[in-house]
């Protein structure tokens, strides 16, 4: 464990879709896990753009954004052009919103620091709206709302996870490019997506959640922890953790976090800030 410092602080910023925001739990992973490193020695400062309503904890800041996925749905990426496959949204497909064209902007010394006195933290985790609304590269006759069945398989499905991954890599490079670029020296712990079951879709009025869908989140998952590390990146380092295995079956509506799988986020994202910064 590392010893608190007198003089350093942790500038930490919080970023993914609605698990980041915290969702149904005012404050989160953050709200404990400013509590765990404080409770340690530490001063810690959050920074974001975003706040939570209901949040009352000391320290709000964070870049949590509902909904949101790596990059807009249609987001053209290196060369690369992607749709989503789910159907129950419209014949567009369910277009969102992505962080590609935050990252500008959140990784900079508005944020961040170049200070020798402060560790910058990224906590990212991401790709969960990525998998639950089918995003695929639009190529071998993949189409908007291509889900015919609206049932989460059968209509390539199974290349969700590889196209997930390719643009969280691609973002991985676009956060390296800018911390680079605000001269920042920047940790990045990157998390597993947690679970999802069909009890987000009890309704059958949201997005299936199919076998295949939960093998290419599988597939993802396996990708962050076992290659994330070994990228080709100037800049910033990234720290894989867990978050998968940590919030297990603590879910509050099948896809996020309950209020005792936030606690277990925090005590794996404070073992993963302990990993980046050893």
């Known amino acids: 464990m590392l010893s608190p410092s007198a003089v350093r602080t942790l500038r930490i910023m919080p970023m993914g879709d609605s698990i980041t925001a915290g969702e149904r739990v005012p404050g989160g992973y953050r709200s404990p896990l400013r509590d765990r490193i404080t409770g340690q020695g530490w001063r810690v400062d ?4 975003q706040y939570q309503p209901g949040d009352t904890s000391a320290d709000r800041e964070h870049w949590g954004r509902p909904g949101w996925g790596i990059a807009d749905t249609d ?3 290196n060369g690369r052009r992607y ?9 567009g497909g369910a277009w969102r919103h992505g962080l590609w064209d935050d990252l500008e902007s959140a990784i900079s010394a508005r944020y961040f620091s170049r200070s020798s006195d402060v560790d910058n933290v990224l906590l990212l985790m991401v790709g969960t709206n990525d998998v639950v609304h089918q995003v695929v590269e639009q190529r071998n ?7 015919r069945g609206n049932d989460g398989r059968g209509e390539q499905q199974d290349r969700i996870g590889e196209a997930t991954i390719d643009r969280l890599k691609a973002f991985l490079n676009r956060v390296d490019r800018f911390a680079g670029r605000a001269g920042l020296d920047l940790k990045v712990v990157l998390g597993t997506i947690p679970r999802f079951d069909n009890s987000w879709n009890a309704g059958r009025l949201k997005d299936p959640i ?5 093998q290419e989140a599988t597939e993802v998952n396996r990708w962050i922890r076992q290659g994330a590390s070994g990228l080709a990146l100037r800049t910033i380092t990234v720290t894989p953790v867990d978050q ?3 919030v297990g079956n603590s879910l509050i509506d099948g896809l996020h976090p309950d209020a005792t799988g936030y606690r277990r986020m925090a005590d794996t994202w404070w073992q993963g800030i302990q990993d980046a910064l050893a």
């Open 141 to 147: 006759g993949a189409r908007p709302a291509g889900d």
């Open 210 to 214: 199919s076998a295949v869908m939960q």
């Open 75 to 77: 987001e053209v990426i």
């Open 46 to 49: 959050f920074v974001g753009s």
């Open 83 to 91: 749709v989503s496959l789910q159907a129950n949204e419209g014949p």
């Open 244 to 246: 998968r295995a940590a």
